[in-house]
């Protein structure tokens, strides 16, 4: 009987409890929701009007990536995936399209937190934190074929080693540029921004621009999604969280390798990993879709390297050595720096949900910029990260003015706004690669 009269109790100080109260897991989670996209939901909710997807899915410029909001709300995904796109808006009023009966409602109605969200995007789009700088762009690329230039000028007066160092580097500076490139963040026009994309991708990195923007949206639209995030996807080689077991790449984990995979990341798992891009993947998906100018735009980088090397003494085995090294600089730079920022967070399971504000707020987290703003060169304004997934249309450099008012956002709702040091969160990033790899060989 006693305990009978204290449900009530107990129920009532739950609901008093601030936002922020973590006195249960249940408690944490409850802005999780059990909507799961299914392949028969034929629309997609958008600013109020469902919008038949199924004939519109194949020829969707984003690919596959619609079938995630299936019979769910995609408004804050398509402002953010197209807000400079003037093409998106003509190709949502050609489907045909229905206003929602009220029994739905948009994340904006129900959530005070995305309500808010979306005031504070607007104030700061009329402010001009969305308007980009050509003076920025020309420094930007001014940086990378500098760096190149000094790269192969090293190279040739017999300093190999620093000459290497730094062509690796400036191809992780290329991946940088063209990511923003690849969010039409860069100069804001999308038919100059996704050319320099391919050029910086293809003939920086090697990679397909095209394939990338494919695989990079899926990420923003779930991230740290089990099954949809594709940047959980990278068994065999590695293991960012252990339940990843047993989704969509089930049977492909090799015990042993995992176990030693925080140990592998840096010295080995990078470079394959980004061998496998430049020599099939990427290729692969550019003769597949006909992008013969991506192709040519990778041909230009092994034809300069291979032009340069061989024109030096080195013998082909140290140009070999010394192609595998220029790539494991890049590879390196580039992935450890985006491992810090979401592999060791949380995951959502593939029949769960979140607002397209509590995944950044959940599943991101910041770097802070260190002493003299280092952080800020070295990952080129993305150590805002999530600043980045809120608004990943938004000029990176704008990150860091903005970043106050998003936690001043986050604080009003109790939201944790997640920033660590440069170095204690790559040693997290470690530490979860080691745990995992634990887990995963031990049970």
Not at 14 to 36: D, F, L, W, Y
Not at 77 to 98: I, P
Not at 109 to 121: M, S
């Amino acid at each position: 009987k006693k305990l009978k009269n204290a449900v009530p109790l107990i129920l009532n100080a739950c609901e008093k409890m601030p936002p922020n109260a973590e006195a249960t897991g249940m408690r944490q989670r409850s802005h999780i929701s059990k909507k799961v996209a299914e392949p028969n939901d034929e629309e997609v909710l958008i600013k109020g009007r469902w919008y038949a997807v199924n004939d519109f899915v194949k020829r969707h410029p984003g690919g596959r990536i619609l079938n995630f909001y299936r019979g769910k709300d995609a408004s804050e995904a398509y402002t953010e995936f197209h807000v400079r796109s003037v093409k998106a808006d003509k190709m949502l009023k050609s489907l045909k399209s229905r206003p929602d009966d009220g029994r739905n409602k948009v994340a904006s109605e129900v959530d005070p937190l995305t309500t808010d969200f979306n005031e504070l995007r607007e104030q700061l789009k009329a402010e001009g934190f969305f308007d980009t700088s050509m003076t920025h762009v020309a420094y930007r690329l001014a940086e990378v074929v500098a760096m190149h230039a000094a790269g192969f000028w090293l190279i040739a007066q017999g300093w190999p080693v620093l000459g290497l160092l730094m062509l690796g580097v400036v191809q992780g500076r290329c991946g940088w540029l063209m990511h923003e490139g690849g969010h039409h963040s860069l100069t804001g026009n999308i038919s100059i921004d996704i050319p320099l994309q391919v050029v910086l991708y293809g003939v920086g990195c090697g990679m397909s621009a095209a394939f990338w923007r494919n695989q990079h949206n899926k990420h923003h639209a779930t991230p740290q999604k089990i099954d949809h995030d594709v940047d959980l996807d990278t068994l065999p080689l590695v293991m960012f969280n252990i339940t990843v077991k047993d989704g969509k790449q089930k049977g492909m984990m090799n015990k042993s390798w995992i176990r030693l995979q925080a140990y592998l990341f840096t010295p080995v798992s990078v470079l394959l990993v980004s061998l496998g891009w430049q020599f099939f993947l990427h290729p692969r998906h550019s003769f597949r879709t006909g992008r013969y100018h991506e192709l040519a735009s990778m041909a230009v980088r092994f034809v300069v390297m291979s032009h340069f090397l061989l024109n030096t003494d080195y013998g082909t085995g140290n140009i070999v050595l010394a192609y595998l090294f220029y790539v494991w600089v890049g590879s390196a730079y580039i992935f450890l720096n985006f491992a810090v920022s979401h592999t060791h967070k949380p995951v959502i399971q593939p029949d769960e949900d979140v607002s397209w504000v509590r995944y950044a707020s959940d599943h991101t987290m910041n770097v802070n910029p260190g002493p003299f703003g280092w952080v800020n060169w070295w990952m080129s304004f993305l150590n805002y990260q999530i600043e980045h997934h809120l608004f990943p249309s938004m000029p990176q450099f704008r990150h860091p003015e903005v970043s106050p008012r998003v936690r001043a956002l986050f604080e009003k709702h109790g939201v944790d706004y997640d920033s660590r040091d440069y170095f204690p969160a790559m040693y997290d990033t470690f530490k979860n690669l080691d745990n995992v790899g634990k887990e995963a060989f031990y049970g």
